[in-house]
């Protein structure tokens, strides 16, 4: 019999059948009730929870009037171009438009204008990053909606994401190789943080693949994992650092990364307790930096733009670029540092001792 965590997950239910099964199901309200096809804890039963669970919250208890902005959402939710969107984009633009919709989804699409847009953006410049994926947001929707015929303009055409002092300094913080060190000091091998430390920076995971990578993923010391947020391919060695740490444990059974009772965690509650480790040990940087250090570490020993992208998930060159031209900029830097020396080596040319006669003319 499958233990209940506690405190129960919001909206999820469990209902024994009159054969004696068990089954979980997802219902908000009065909302419709989703069933959840996965068995009870597995990291597919975590997504499909977080997907029934976006779209409970996002779904109106009552017909959107035609013509609003609720009503263009919940168009754009049954498109083609909805569904291809990754799970991980579409769980980021439901929480968005929750509070959108609470307070301009019964707005005419005629007055959600490029003023609209700006002042939405506006509103949120304290957190940058709500601001970029707000605009990506709204722009994913007025894009289908042109093409579909629902709008005539995209009110977002044109504008663009303030660029945050984070974002001029390169984003995220890379970690150094002196805090990689006190984290590993505070945290040494046997210890939950430290598994979670190191599949971090041996991997190169974001925190959504990290928190479902388990042994179901490894096949002769190769991990293979469909990541969340792309929907790549990416098979990584298992390293022997990150094999000694695993060993160590303590690990789950779905999952590497496990809570104090053995279950897989979600991504957001893997990303506080790495946030309180890292404050534990008296770092503040994040899961994501790790990921930059795994990669920067990677370009600066040789990795390629097609080795980076098979490692991190990426595609289309410009991500991987970013790291190689980086290493490459320090390999030639590093090189041609002797080139600006004023003093003569011992491989230069020796100046001739003799004057040299002036060529003669020809007649």
């Known amino acids: 019999m499958e233990i209940m965590p506690r405190p129960r997950p919001p909206h999820l239910h469990r209902e024994t059948t009159r054969h004696g099964k068990t089954v979980w199901y997802v219902r908000a309200d009065k909302g419709r009730r989703i069933r959840i096809n996965a068995d009870f804890g597995s990291p597919e039963f975590q997504r499909a929870y977080h997907a029934a669970v976006s779209d409970q919250e996002a779904r109106p208890t009552e017909k959107a009037p035609k013509g609003t902005l609720e009503w263009l959402w919940l168009l754009y939710r049954q498109s083609i ?29 005629s007055r959600i204008d490029r003023k609209a847009i700006l002042k939405g953006r506006e509103r949120r410049a304290d957190t940058p990053s709500q601001a970029k994926n707000f605009l990506s947001t709204m722009r994913g929707l007025f894009t289908w909606a042109v093409d579909a015929d629902l709008v005539r303009t995209d009110p977002t055409q044109g504008v663009t994401a303030k660029k945050s002092k984070a974002g001029k300094a390169g984003g ?14 505070r945290w040494p091998r046997g210890t939950r943080e430290r598994v979670m430390f190191d599949i971090f920076l041996y991997t190169g995971l974001r925190r959504g693949d990290a928190a479902v990578v388990g042994k179901q993923h490894v096949r002769n010391g190769v991990i293979s994992i469909q990541t969340e947020k792309t929907g790549m391919w990416v098979t990584i060695p298992i390293l022997p650092e990150l094999q000694a740490t695993l060993d160590a444990g303590p690990t789950g059974d779905l999952a590497f990364i496990a809570a104090s009772n053995g279950n ?17 040990a008296g770092i503040n940087k994040s899961a994501h930096g790790l990921r930059k250090a795994a990669a920067t570490n990677a370009a600066n020993h040789g990795a390629t733009v097609a080795e980076l992208e098979a490692i991190f998930g990426w595609a289309g060159g410009q991500m991987a670029s970013l790291y190689t031209r980086s290493a490459n900029r320090r390999a030639l830097s590093a090189g041609a540092m002797n080139k600006l020396s004023r003093t003569e080596t011992e491989t230069s040319i020796p100046a001739p001792s003799d004057k040299v006669r002036a060529p003669e003319r020809k007649a």
């Open 81 to 109: 171009a909805w569904r291809d969107l990754s799970l991980a984009t579409r769980k980021q633009r439901e929480n968005i438009m929750l509070h959108v919709l609470k307070s301009a989804g019964r707005e005419p699409l």
């Open 264 to 280: 897989p965690l979600t991504k957001e509650s893997l990303g506080n307790m790495f946030r309180d480790a890292c404050r534990a």
């Open 172 to 185: 995220f913080p890379v970690w150094t190789d002196d805090e990689i060190a006190i984290f590993e000091r």
